[in-house]
Structure formats: C-alpha cells, structure tokens
C-alpha cells in the first residue's frame, strides 16, 4: 500500500517530478515555491522508501507473499521499485505539465488533494502506531502544500508591481 | 567503508532529533516566505533558526562526520567519511 | 472563527428500497486550507517539536487524521 506513494499516480515521485518540471515555464514569482516543494516531495520519498525498507528487509518471502508482495518480490527482491500498489510501472503520464501557469497550479492543486485522500485511505488501513505517525505527517504536509499553490494562484492574479497585501 | 554493528551512541539520536525540528521549521517558514516574501518578521525568525541549525550542525559534524554531500559540511578526519555508515533509512 | 482544524461534512445519498446494505452515513473532508486558502500571519506557531509531531508549524492548518 505505501508503495502506491512511492511509484503511484498520486504519490511523491509524481509529485516531485510534476513541479520540478513545471517550474521552467512558470513565472518567475513562482518558481521558487515550485523548486521548494518539489525538491521537498523527493525527501517524502526517501521517507516512504524508509518505511518500505524497513519493514520489509527482514521479512520473509513467505511472509512478503502473504502480504501481497509475492509479485514484487519475484521482479525485485528486497529492492524498491517505482511501481504503484497494483504493479503498474511509474509513468510520465501521471504528471501534467501545460506550459499555462493558472492550468499548472490548478493540477498542483488537485494532486495535493489526491496525495492527501490517499494517505487518509492509507491511514485507515494501518494499524502499526509509528507508520500512521508518519503518514500522518506526509498528509499534513500535502494539507500545507495545497495551501501554498493556491496563495501561488493569488499572487498571479496581482498585477505587475503592485504589492500584495493578504 | 565501516561496518557498524554497535548501536550508535545517544548522544546521535539526540542531535538528529533536535535538528530535524530545526531543519522542519526552516522548511516550513521557507514555504510560507515563498509565497509571503514580505514578511519581516518570518525572515528574522528564518535566520535565527539558520543560525541554530548552523550551530548544532557544527556540533553533531564534528563529532559525527558529514551530514551534506558535495562540499556542503566539512570533510574532516583523514579519510572520507561520506560512504561511512549509517544512511537515514538505516538509522 | 477560531482558526483550527479541518472541517467534516456528513452526507447520506438516496438510498433505493432495492439497495442491499442499509444506508450509511459517510463524511468528507473540508480541509483547512480549502477554507482558508491565503494563509494571514506566520505570529501563531506550534513549538518546533510538537509542530515536527503534527506536520506543521501554523496551528491554523493542523487538521488531525482521524478527525478528533
């Protein structure tokens, strides 16, 4: 199931990727925030590779077939793999990229929401304390996240030069 | 390359827990800058927490070895301490 | 408005008389950064500890999971 974060539509990989890749194109005044989330979203990653890593090295293969990732560990091993929770490989089609800044944001926007309702589904599916501790950190985050694409959008709504007071 | 079987000391995991809130508040505040580049108040508390950081960075560093790759912490020591373990999600 | 937290919503859709399981009652998040999407002031601010435990520094926009 945390593998669904890690290599899957919504997770921190596309998430990461979509607005490292955006920020080329988005005005200057946004770029930063861009450069700063994405760049945040890879250290999500490493965190869900942590937990994955952790709970798996020591595990059987028995014990990781019974946990459904018999699959996973015919391809893989003990390795991690960009793959979302069904097996499907991570693909650039999971991530938008218009070249429009208010489209662009938007999509951020709507990936933030989508990152922080599957870790609510994540969250309900865990019964181990320390792992819902960290998801509910990661969702915390996207909840914060969310927040600062769409003060993005406001900023661009300003005119050129004026000073913006929230 | 070191082979550490022997636990790490306290001392370790005390530094890392007090940085992670630093480094924590940083990152947030930096967010919020951001997208508020105007406030004065949230730039002077960034450069206090920089400060701290530095601060405790320099500490755990000394003690510890290198934190950042690529110039960014102190080489020290005789041998390059950047390969040594543990790595983060081996902590 | 007293600046926390997530809000919940509670919805029961039409339910047919042919409609195998009893209706339930489910909820969605209104999140709080959908309700506040410009953030006002950085003066409110959580310890760097406990904000580090909730994922945030704004107690304005801590929105626990499950919700309290």
Known sequence: MLIEQYGGADGELSAALRYLNQRYSIPDKVIGLLTDIGTEEFAHLEMIATMVYKLTKDATPEQLREAGLGDHYVNHGYSLFYHDAAGNPWTAAYIASKGDPIADLYEDIAAEEKARATYQWIIDNTDDPDIKDSLRFLREREVIHSLRFREAVEILKEYQGSKKVF | ?91 | MDGTSAEWRSYVNFRSPFDPCPARVKWYDVPPEVMHPVQKSARKQFAPQEALRKGTLWPEYDSPYPPV
Do not use: C
């Open chain 2, 1 to 91: 390359m070191s082979e550490t079987t022997e636990s790490l000391p306290k001392a370790y995991y005390q530094y890392l827990q007090e940085l992670q809130a630093i480094d924590f508040v940083l990152v947030d505040l930096t967010l919020y800058l951001d997208t508020h580049p105007d406030d004065e108040q949230a730039l002077a508390q960034f450069k206090q927490f920089q400060k701290r950081k530095h601060n405790l960075m320099t500490q755990f560093e000394s003690a510890f070895g290198p934190l950042h790759q690529y110039g960014l912490s102190p080489a020290t020591g005789s041998s390059w301490a950047w390969s040594e373990t543990p790595w983060p999600w081996q902590v």
